[in-house]
C-alpha cells in the first residue's frame, strides 16, 4: 500500500553533511505520521526525526541542532538534512511512514561517519 524508497547516504567525514531523501508513492493521505529512524549495529532502532500525526516534528535530543527534517508534498518526499555529522550518527537510516496503525519501512540507506 505504500513503498518508501530512500538515497542519499554514504560516507562522510566528521563535521561534515549529507542530505537523505524518503520518496513515497501507494495509498497516502498525508506526509504526517512519517519520519527517520536509524539502526547502529547491536543497537536498537531508534527514531531520529519525524512529524507527528498532526505535522508537529519531534527529534532525539541527540540530534537537535544539527538535523532538520522537512517535507515536499508535492513530491510525496520527506528529508533529513543532517549537518556537524559525528561518528556516533553511523548507522542505517530507515524512512517510517505509519498509516492506518500499521508501519511501513524503506530498505534504508548506509550513513558512515569516519576520518
Known amino acids: 500500500q505504500v513503498q518508501l524508497v530512500e538515497s542519499g547516504g554514504g560516507p562522510v567525514q566528521p563535521g561534515g553533511s549529507l542530505r537523505l531523501s524518503c520518496a513515497a508513492s501507494?495509498?497516502?493521505?498525508?506526509?504526517?505520521?512519517m519520519g527517520w529512524y536509524r539502526q547502529a549495529p547491536g543497537k536498537q532502532r531508534e527514531l531520529v526525526a519525524a512529524?507527528?500525526?498532526?505535522?508537529?516534528?519531534n527529534y532525539a535530543s541527540s540530534v537537535k541542532g544539527r538535523f532538520t527534517i522537512s517535507r515536499d508534498n508535492a513530491k510525496k518526499t520527506v528529508y533529513l538534512q543532517m549537518t556537524s555529522l559525528k561518528p556516533e550518527d553511523t548507522a542505517v537510516y530507515y524512512c517510517?511512514?505509519?498509516?492506518?496503525?500499521?508501519?511501513?519501512w524503506g530498505q534504508g540507506t548506509q550513513v558512515t561517519v569516519s576520518s
Open positions: 501507494g495509498i497516502m493521505v498525508s506526509l504526517n505520521s
Open positions: 512529524f507527528t500525526g498532526d505535522g508537529a516534528i
Open positions: 517510517n511512514k505509519r498509516l492506518y496503525m500499521k508501519d511501513y
